[in-house]
């Protein structure tokens, strides 16, 4: 079964960490991707990696602060918050692409979606 499990969400205050983890099992991707949603807003793209050169991309509301990894030996890829903001709060999505060339930053272009994982930045 093909699926991706995130986890790693939760409460914290501005200026705080946290780190979310989205393991897939059942066959591998090609590109991995973030994306958020806040309540009565689109969803949007966060931050995305290709998994064998490890090139990232991110949104500029999070670049600088956010950072994308991935672990080979594990199938996980993680999604590292610091100095989060209060904006920051969204259900946040692992997706993954089976084979994804160009532009990484379009929801429709990945094939598998994880569950989502609320965080929440309190000011």
């Known amino acids: 079964q093909v699926q991706l499990v995130e986890s790693g969400g939760g409460w914290v205050q501005a200026g705080g960490s946290l780190r979310l983890s989205c393991a897939a099992s059942?066959?591998?991707?090609?590109?991995y991707g973030w994306f958020r949603q806040a309540p009565g807003k689109e969803r949007e793209f966060v931050a995305a990696i290709r998994w064998s050169r490890g090139s990232t991309w991110y949104a500029d509301s999070v670049k600088g602060r956010f950072t994308i990894s991935r672990d080979n030996a594990k199938n996980t890829v993680y999604l590292q918050m610091n100095t989060l903001k209060p904006e920051d709060t969204a259900v946040y999505y692992c997706?993954?692409?089976?084979?994804?060339?160009?532009?990484?930053?379009?929801?429709?272009?990945?094939?598998?979606w994880g569950q989502g994982t609320q965080v929440s930045v309190s000011s």
């Open positions: 997706a993954a692409a089976i084979n994804l060339l160009g532009q990484m930053v379009a929801a429709g272009r990945y094939d598998v």
């Open positions: 059942g066959r591998t991707f090609s590109s």
